[in-house]
């Protein structure tokens, strides 16, 4: 099943989409995530992307589109794959539309995982991740037994530098430009669930189950 998360900073997407893969195996395609990684290697992408990512802005819809276009051919997604992050704007959303196509698939469900902004400061600048195995904590909501090491890998947490409070404002802003547009889009194709994101991870979890599970 191909599955689209949206929602602001810090709704929690990430946090499900893990859930999600462990139970059902659909791997998780974070456009954040690979850009991230582009960054940290120092690639042209990375070198393009790192401007517009620290200043808490939208990169370039070709830039992101070519990643998901080359990711979902992989072997790996034949059964379905978990899109966090991604579309973004309404260019991203059509291209998609159009790889779908192409490659025979047909979308399952948008979740738009909602959380109310005045949450989402204290989620965003608490959120710490594992440098080796890229699982996420919370300082306060869900933190680590030993204080800046990873519970499943030891590996070290580190704080993402888009995560500061300036930044985040910037991020919501653009989230406010360009969401309610897709969730027009995706409500007129029949996809689009609204998924309460305040409660605890394990209770959205399972608003998450009960629409995938129809
Ligand atoms: P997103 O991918 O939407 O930006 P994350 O999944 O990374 O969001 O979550 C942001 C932060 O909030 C993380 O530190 C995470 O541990 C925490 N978090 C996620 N879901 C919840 C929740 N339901 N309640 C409280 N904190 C949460
Ligand atoms: P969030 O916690 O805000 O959901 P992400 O990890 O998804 O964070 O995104 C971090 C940054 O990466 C964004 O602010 C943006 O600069 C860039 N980015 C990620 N996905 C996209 C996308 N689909 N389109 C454009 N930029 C993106
Ligand atoms: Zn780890």
């Known amino acids: ?9 810090g709704a929690g997407k990430g946090t499900q989409a893990k859930k999600i893969t462990e139970k059902y195996k659909f791997p998780q395609i974070s456009t954040g995530d690979i850009l991230r ?12 992307a790192k401007g517009y990512m620290d200043a808490g802005k939208l990169v370039t819809d070709e830039v992101v589109i070519e990643i998901i276009k080359d990711r979902i051919k992989e072997d ?9 992050g991604f579309p973004r ?26 959380v109310d902004e005045s949450f989402l400061v204290e989620r965003l600048t608490g959120r710490r991740t594992c440098k080796n195995c890229g699982f996420g904590y919370h300082i306060r909501f869900s933190p680590s037994s030993t204080d800046g090491v990873c519970d499943k890998c030891g ?6 530098d888009d995560d500061n409070e300036e930044t985040v404002k910037n991020r919501f802003e653009v989230y406010k430009d360009q969401s309610d547009e897709l969730k027009s889009f995706y409500s007129g194709l ?21 629409v995938i599970d129809g």
């Open 155 to 160: 590996g070290g947490l580190f704080q993402r």
């Open 76 to 84: 790996d997604c034949s059964n379905g794959f978990i899109l966090d």
């Open 37 to 48: 990684a582009a960054v940290k290697e120092g690639t042209e992408m990375g070198l393009k």
């Open 1 to 9: 099943m191909i599955l689209i998360l949206l929602g602001p900073p």
């Open 190 to 210: 029949g996809k689009y669930q609204l998924i309460d994101g305040t409660t605890d991870p394990e209770s959205v979890f399972k608003a998450v189950s009960a």
């Open 89 to 114: 704007t309404m260019a991203q959303a059509s291209s998609l539309g159009d790889m779908l196509k192409e490659n025979g698939m047909e979308l399952g469900h948008v979740l738009d995982i909602s």
